[in-house]
């Protein structure tokens, strides 16, 4: 079983690279992250305030 970790990456990121950080550990395109992301925070906030909470709780991937 191959042991993953979830991390903010620094290369590809638009803001703080939360999405991009969820993408490749979900191993799906960052687009459809982030568009996800803001649907979800066009629609009453909470994807904006998850975006905030992991881009302060997620480490920067350092490879």
């Known amino acids: 079983m191959e042991h ?3 991390y903010r990456l620094e ?8 999405c991009a ?4 550990y979900l191993n799906i395109d ?5 568009l ?4 979800i925070a066009l629609w009453g ?3 904006l305030v998850f ?5 302060i709780i997620m480490p920067v991937k350092t490879d």
Do not use: D, F, N, S
Not at 11 to 18: L, P, S
Not at 30 to 34: D, G, K, L, N, Y
Not at 36 to 39: A, E, F, H, V
């Open 30 to 34: 960052v687009t459809v992250i982030r």
């Open 11 to 18: 290369e590809g990121k638009m803001i703080c690279g939360v």
């Open 36 to 39: 996800i992301t803001l649907i």
């Open 21 to 24: 950080g969820i993408a490749e």
């Open 45 to 47: 906030g909470t994807g």
């Open 51 to 55: 975006y905030i909470i992991a881009a």
């Open 4 to 6: 993953r970790k979830l």
